[in-house]
């Protein structure tokens, strides 16, 4: 068994229908994983149950916390609260809705244990409807185009890093991802950075909050988010 800590931090927003199952099979993944794990929930100001349901759920298994936002700081500001809030050697941030699982971790950690410093996922096989599947392609391009980004699947529920990535792992811009950001500041500080299939499974309850594809100006945000770090990372090229 693994002798390092690992933080698993959970976003939710929503998701009365799943927390607990991901819970309860998390708690499971990480006692075969490691010796010493926490969980954090970062709930982003839920208006249903999620926080009562994570919260009694606490009271029964030590480990896991809930840390609620008092205002929707979408999903990069969940992102940030985990990185702030994680305290073990190694930090992996997994959605919520199910659709990832935390057996997959043992994978990350193999890489990171590898000389990665920051490992995303690959959904090679996915369980998603088409228009997911097309917002995923377009995002994927807009990365490949902006970012020069390779890696295959860049906007992955499941993501995982090493304290050397946390120290520059500044999150600074407010939009409903966090994975393009994630990999400019790993580029930026010459981090290694790598990529590992994962499982994915077919959402079992709730609905997702993470879809671009739903107004022609969210689309138009993400491209000039893409263009913002491409500013940044067009600092490398003239040192």
Not at 79 to 106: H, L, P, R
Request: net charge positive.
């Amino acid at each position: 068994m693994n002798t390092d800590s690992i933080t698993l931090a959970l976003p939710a927003y929503n998701e009365q229908a799943n927390i607990v199952k991901v819970l309860d099979d998390s708690v499971k993944s990480l006692c075969n994983v490691c010796n010493s794990w926490e969980i954090l929930v970062i709930d982003n100001c839920s208006n249903d149950n999620t926080s009562l349901l994570v919260e009694n759920f606490a009271l029964k298994v030590s480990g896991v916390r809930l840390i609620r936002h008092d205002e929707n700081l979408l999903y990069s500001g969940s992102c940030a609260t985990a990185i702030k809030e994680a305290k073990m050697d190694y930090i992996a941030i997994m959605d919520s809705d199910g659709q990832f699982v935390a057996t997959d971790i043992q994978k990350f950690i193999n890489k990171l244990k590898s000389g990665a410093n920051f490992v995303n996922g690959w959904r090679r096989k996915r369980n998603d409807p088409v228009l997911r599947l097309l917002a995923s392609m377009l995002f994927n391009a807009m990365g490949r185009y902006w970012l020069k980004c390779p890696l295959n699947d860049l906007n992955c529920g499941i993501r995982m890093f090493d304290r050397k990535f946390l120290e520059v792992a500044v999150i600074k811009h407010r939009i409903n991802m966090s994975n393009p950001e994630l990999y400019t500041r790993a580029k930026l500080s010459g981090l290694k950075i790598d990529e590992v299939e994962i499982e994915h499974h077919e959402r079992f309850g709730g609905t997702t909050s993470h879809n671009f594809l739903k107004s022609i100006a969210l689309l138009f945000q993400v491209n000039k988010y893409m263009k913002s770090l491409s500013n940044e990372l067009s600092t490398l090229n003239r040192k």
